[in-house]
């Protein structure tokens, strides 16, 4: 009588002993067979896991980075990237750009005499004011300290003096800061 395995033609054999032998042999086959498809089958759940957490992580990570380059607090960093854009840009099509540079006067007075909390107030009134005072696609930013930036596109010097002299004016009036 002849058999089938691996594709060879080999002679069976009748021994019982040797029948009960490829018995367990393809038992312990099946059986190697049924542990790695479940290794596979759960390394692929693993991995799928892991993807979707990766991509959840990776949208989180871009939502903290726009918004830390959209608070006028903390993002001299996206000024810096974007001026230099803008000024590439400016050069490269030979128009003008302008940027003002504002300070405030006496600010660690204000830290001192009444708290840091309220420092932390008034620059955000203050950068609340610079970016409803100025076009969408001018670009304004913490520069330090209390130092603000404002990046004006597309504006030669008068039109950005004109600005920084409304600033200057407005600021310099008492109660122009108030807490908002």
């Known amino acids: ?5 691996e594709n060879k033609i080999e002679p069976q054999s009748n021994s ?5 032998k490829n018995n367990e042999d393809n038992l312990f086959d099946n059986k190697h067979f ?3 498809d479940a290794l596979t089958h759960l390394t692929n759940r693993v991995i799928a896991d892991l993807e979707a957490s990766n991509n959840e992580l990776k949208a989180t990570q871009n939502k903290l980075t726009e918004q830390a380059n959209r608070d006028y607090l903390t993002n001299r960093r996206y000024f810096n990237e974007i001026a230099n854009d803008f000024i590439a840009l400016s050069k490269r099509d030979k128009k003008p750009i302008s940027v003002i540079m504002l300070d405030i006067d006496n600010f660690k007075q204000i830290n001192d005499e009444y708290g840091h909390t309220v420092g932390d107030e008034v620059l955000k009134s203050l950068a609340l004011i610079l970016v409803n005072s100025t076009r969408d696609s001018d ?3 913490r520069f330090g300290g209390e130092e603000f930036s404002i990046l004006l596109p597309l504006t030669g010097v008068q039109p950005a003096f004109k600005l920084a002299e409304k600033f200057r004016l407005l600021f310099k009036m008492p109660g122009s800061l108030a807490i908002v």
């Not at 009588?1 to 395995?5: I, Q, T, Y």
């Not at 019982?16 to 009960?20: C, I, N, R, S, T």
């Open 16 to 20: 019982l002993d040797e029948h009960e």
């Open 34 to 36: 049924v542990i790695l």
């Open 139 to 141: 670009i304004v930013s």
């Open 1 to 5: 009588v002849l058999g089938l395995s």
